[in-house]
C-alpha cells in the first residue's frame, strides 16, 4: 500500500510506502498522481527511499515509462531523502533528464532542508 499525506495544508505532499517501491505500489502512485493531474495541480512531492528494486521486479517498463509521465506533469519538485550514495548520485542523473522537474537529494537528518526547499519558490 502506498499512500500521499499531504503536509500542513501546502501543495506538497510525503509519499508512504514499503520499501522497495515495487510493481504495485508503484502503480497506485500512478492513479494517486493521475488524480491530481485532473485538478491541474502542480505539487512538491517528498520521498524517503533507501532500496530501490531492481527494474526486473517491475512487472513491466512500461509502469515505470507510465509513472514519469504522470509525475513530470504534476510534480514541480521532487525531494528525495536517503542515506545511499547511489541512490543520490542516480537522483542526480534524473533532475537533468526531467525538464521541468526540479529533484534534489537530502540526507536523512536533512528532512526539514527537504520541505524549505519544496516550499521555496512556488
Do not use: C
Not at 85 to 96: F, S, Y
Request: glycine residues 4%.
Amino acid at each position: 500500500m502506498i499512500k500521499m499525506l499531504q503536509l500542513h495544508g501546502t501543495d506538497n505532499y510525503q509519499v508512504v510506502h514499503q520499501s522497495p517501491l515495487g510493481h504495485q505500489q508503484l502503480q497506485e502512485l500512478v492513479t494517486k498522481l493521475q488524480k491530481l493531474k485532473q485538478y491541474d495541480q502542480k505539487i512538491g512531492l517528498l520521498n524517503e527511499v533507501d532500496e530501490i528494486p531492481r527494474l526486473a521486479e517491475w512487472k513491466s517498463i512500461k509502469a515505470l515509462a507510465k509513472m514519469k509521465t504522470s509525475a513530470l506533469s504534476v510534480v514541480r519538485k521532487y525531494a528525495l531523502i536517503t542515506s545511499k550514495d547511489w541512490i543520490r548520485r542516480a537522483a542526480q542523473l534524473a533532475n537533468w533528464l526531467t525538464p521541468g522537474m526540479e529533484v534534489r537529494t537530502f540526507d536523512k537528518a536533512e528532512k526539514h532542508l527537504a520541505l524549505q526547499w519544496l516550499d521555496a519558490g512556488k
